[in-house]
């Protein structure tokens, strides 16, 4: 049995599902809800302490999506997952990365931050080119799409 585990939320399940059948895995069981007011509810349904736990989910808005991962990484610290790492096939708000303008945010921190303090431990990910990967305080791993 491999120590680590895949799960997803709800922006890519096809790739998701895709990613652990060529691992030989199941995704791990995950409840998410919506309540009426729109506020995200997320259960992991089978233990996870202890594992290396990679959750799949893209931040392409809406906004709804990164809160979402957000959620499920937060869920995972508080049960007691070893290690998680949020892979996220489109990283939202990466072209935000420097304040090239006054009065403006630089998002693409903000965001990487809002990672971190939900528990990421490690990002994998691919961002524009261009973007300045020293936002991240974490460990990022940026994948190449140039050669496919």
């Given at each position: 049995m491999p120590d680590f585990k895949v799960s997803s939320g709800r922006s890519n399940p096809d790739l998701?599902?895709?990613?652990?059948?060529?691992?030989?895995?199941?995704?791990?069981?995950?409840?998410?809800?919506?309540?009426?007011?729109?506020?995200?509810?997320?259960?992991?349904?089978?233990?996870?302490?202890?594992?290396?736990?990679?959750?799949?989910?893209?931040?392409?808005?809406?906004?709804?999506?990164?809160?979402?991962?957000?959620?499920?990484?937060?869920?995972?610290?508080?049960?007691?997952?070893?290690?998680?790492?949020?892979?996220?096939?489109y990283f939202g708000y990466a072209r935000q990365d420097r304040k090239d303008q006054p009065r403006v945010s630089i998002t693409a921190k903000l965001v990487a931050n809002l990672l971190t303090r939900a528990g990421a431990d490690r990002i994998i990910t691919m961002i524009c080119i261009g973007t300045n990967t020293g936002i991240f305080d974490i460990p990022l791993d940026h994948l190449y799409g140039s050669t496919v």
């Open positions: 998701a599902n895709k990613v652990a059948d060529n691992l030989g895995l199941h995704l791990s069981e995950v409840t998410i809800r919506s309540f009426s007011d729109g506020e995200i509810w997320v259960k992991y349904e089978e233990n996870v302490r202890g594992v290396d736990l990679f959750v799949i989910q893209s931040t392409f808005a809406p906004a709804d999506n990164l809160l979402e991962l957000l959620i499920l990484i937060d869920a995972a610290k508080r049960a007691s997952a070893k290690r998680v790492t949020a892979v996220i096939p």
